[in-house]
């Protein structure tokens, strides 16, 4: 079972749920000394020490060398588990020229699947709910870059994730592929800033452990019970907004994102 954004939050939460249940757990996170400290807290609840991987997704040749690590490490991956993800509360422009949500919540994720699919049997990708506020344009991947507002961003990231993981259930029938909300989860967002840090704390939101509830349940679940490109929340499969089930939309993100990440389509 291979977790992205795994040091904290929901992914931790997963990763903890998952090793206490006899699975063999990779961490990937970006910040080593926060790997340390989550795979200590795995390895706690277990028994068992999990692997870590080191990558940063606002640097796309990090996700290529993760990918080459992770192949390197294992013939197959039961489970890849595409849940790192970021609110940027001012815009930035990564490395590689695009704008960082996008990058790091869809076309970091994207490429490492894409990397992976012949040894992937099953892709769980943490969408959200606010899907609602995205304004994706593939061809323009960094529309949100003007006139830029977080969470229209964060929320195009997650439209992404949801036509991606339609697409990837079309185009890898060998793998399968889910996408979910997880809630209004209490986790690191918005660290940056003091007003939302402290909100995210203070507000009645949902723990960690209860965020990653309907990932594990998506990892575990027998196939046949579940909808193949489907979006779920708290266990139970839900209809994303239209602009999030498009399946001509999907085809055309999936194109700008393979030539976006060097891939061909």
């Not at 609110?87 to 992976?116: C, K, M, R």
């Not at 402290?198 to 594990?216: H, N, Q, Y």
Request: glycine content about 6%; charged content about 25%.
């Amino acid at each position: 079972m291979v977790v992205t954004g795994a040091s904290s939050g929901i992914g931790l939460s997963a990763a903890v749920d998952l090793a206490r249940r006899g699975d063999q757990v990779a961490l990937v996170g970006r910040d080593p000394a926060r790997l340390r400290a989550a795979a200590d807290e795995v390895r706690e609840a277990s028994g068992e020490r999990p692997e870590v991987f080191r990558a940063d997704f606002a640097v796309l040749d990090d996700v290529r060398q993760l990918a080459a690590r992770l192949r390197e490490a294992y013939d197959r991956i039961d489970v890849l588990a595409n849940n790192a993800g970021a609110i940027v509360l001012q815009p930035v422009t990564t490395v590689d020229g695009f704008e960082l949500s996008i990058q790091a919540n869809h076309l970091a994720p994207f490429l490492l699947s894409n990397l992976l699919a012949d040894r992937v049997r099953r892709m769980v990708v943490t969408a959200s709910g606010a899907h609602r506020s995205g304004v994706l344009d593939p061809d323009d991947l960094n529309v949100t870059l003007r006139q830029y507002r977080p969470f229209t961003a964060y929320g195009t990231s997650k439209q992404a994730n949801i036509l991606f993981t339609a697409e990837a259930a079309r185009r890898w029938p060998a793998v399968a592929s889910y996408c979910f909300h997880p809630g209004v989860v209490r986790t690191r967002f918005g660290n940056e800033s003091r007003v939302v840090a402290l909100g995210m704390r203070l507000m009645p939101f949902r723990s960690p452990d209860k965020g990653a509830r309907t990932l594990v349940w998506l990892a575990n679940q027998d196939r046949s019970r579940l909808v193949d490109g489907g979006y779920y929340f708290d266990c139970r499969p839900r209809r994303p907004l239209r602009k999030a089930a498009d399946p001509q939309l999907a085809a055309r993100l999936w194109a700008a994102s393979a030539a976006a990440v060097g891939l061909s389509s």
